[in-house]
């Protein structure tokens, strides 16, 4: 068998494990790459060597942000500041409905900077103490706090990874993700998404308008953490200007600020700052890792051309058509399968689209981003947040079925995902 087959057989098996559990998913991967490499040695094919795989595989920079930025968000939202910012949203607001918005668009706002499980994790209590006052069911806003952060997780580089992915693969820095060439870019589609996707909510949640009374305010630990957040997005910004080509700088200082973010915590409360280092998401970095090599070996061995090769004699010379598959496709897929993964496989092809179709690479990437993210809201199994929020139903006693999860995630994915869709379309297609 050739060694091509080998690695299409084995991505797969990775990537049919990934779609039918959650559990040791870095493990699988990294299984799947030492499989690759053992395969590239007995074939002596030198594009699986270990010393390639680490040199031109893995986008050490997206790592060092990733690493960095988990950790300032962790302290952040220790500090409590986040849960001060919802209960002032809940109090200030004129009705349930209204508040419960409130911290939809809150869970939102923190998805940008800040990974989506740890935004659900951090509003949920606020949002199960809103139900608890306005004595209804929890499931549609902890629902609405899932989906309107998977939604603005794509919105800024390191709002999610499969925005890391795009910025590794494109190299593009944190500004770019606002606009790119002159143009606006990834962060306004998404607020057209938001925009849409908080108007259906409030036609989901109009019923209950029953007035809340008041409860204290939350004290905040401390706000340094809210400068080590405004430092970090700060100097993602300037990095794009003096790295433009998003190979060093912005991975370099978000790891060490991240490294001052631990050390102020160490000097100010040695034992939080042990249990930040316990509780930090070691497999998310390996995870993404894997995830390099993964999407490197079927680019390396032709298979992400194959599939560019594919969807352009479906559509022939027609962007339009190419955008729009590949932005309902990845809808679909994304609702079923890890979009982290899926995504590292398909922004190859983006760039063999517009080689074959025309167009800019960017009016294709920007497509998958959109429909990529968005398209996990469909289903409890389709982002990682969707999951944890069920989770946090269960243990308050409601079960969530498919369906139920889908009665708001279908909808609320179809018009966000139009929004973002047309455009991206309107500023974008007119690029060469």
């Known amino acids: 068998m050739e060694l091509r087959w080998i690695v299409l057989a084995i991505v797969a098996g990775v990537y049919l494990y990934l779609c039918l559990s959650t559990r040791h998913r870095a493990r699988a991967i990294w299984l799947g790459v030492a499989v690759l490499v053992v395969a590239g040695y ?6 699986l060597s270990l010393r390639a795989l680490v040199e031109d595989a893995i986008i050490w920079n997206v790592i060092g942000v990733l690493a960095g930025a988990m950790l300032i968000a962790d302290l952040f939202i220790e500090s409590r ?16 409905h209204m508040a419960m918005l409130g911290v939809c668009a809150l869970s939102a706002a923190i998805s940008s900077f800040a990974d989506n499980v740890t935004t659900v994790l951090l509003v949920s209590p606020v949002a199960l103490a809103v139900a608890r006052r306005a004595e209804m069911s929890p499931v549609p806003l902890i629902i ?7 939604l603005e997780g794509a919105a800024t580089l390191i709002g999610d990874p499969p925005s890391m992915l795009l910025a590794g693969y494109y190299r593009l820095g944190f500004a770019d993700f606002f606009v790119l060439h002159g143009r606006p870019f990834i962060f306004f589609a998404i607020q057209c998404g938001a925009v849409l996707g908080l108007a259906f909510l409030w036609l989901i949640f109009r019923i209950h308008r029953k007035r809340m009374m008041p409860e204290p305010v939350t004290k905040v630990k401390s706000w340094i953490p809210v400068g080590f957040i405004g430092t970090l997005v700060a100097f993602l910004v300037c990095s794009s200007y003096y790295d433009p080509g998003f190979r060093w700088l912005a991975g370099t200082g978000a790891l060490i600020l991240g490294a001052f973010a631990l050390l102020w915590t160490f000097r100010r409360d040695a034992a939080a700052a042990r249990e930040m280092v316990k509780r930090y998401e070691y497999p998310t970095i390996f995870f993404l890792s894997g995830i390099f090599v993964l999407g490197y070996a079927m680019n390396e061995f032709g298979w992400v051309k194959a599939i560019g090769d594919g969807i352009t004699t479906l559509v022939g010379r027609n962007p339009f058509v190419a955008y729009t598959v590949i932005v309902w496709f990845s809808v679909l897929v994304s609702g079923f399968v890890d979009n ?9 092809v983006t760039k063999v689209l517009a080689e074959g179709v025309g167009g800019s ?15 996990g809201n469909i289903t409890p199994i389709g982002a990682a947040c969707n999951v944890v ?6 243990r308050e006693g409601h079960t969530v079925s498919f369906w139920r999860f889908a009665k708001i995630g279908l909808p609320f994915t179809l018009l966000a995902t139009l929004a973002g869709y047309l455009f991206i379309w309107v500023f974008w297609h007119s690029v060469g």
């Open 144 to 150: 609405g706090i899932a989906i309107m952060s998977n």
């Open 389 to 394: 929020a069920c989770g946090i139903l269960r």
């Open 81 to 96: 500041v986040p849960v001060l910012l919802a209960n002032l949203i809940v109090d200030k607001t004129s009705s349930t």
């Open 340 to 348: 982290i993964a899926y995504v590292a496989v398909m922004l190859p």
């Open 42 to 47: 007995a074939f002596g094919d030198a594009r």
């Open 361 to 375: 690479p960017m009016l294709y990437a920007g497509g998958l981003l959109v429909g990529a993210c968005l398209g």
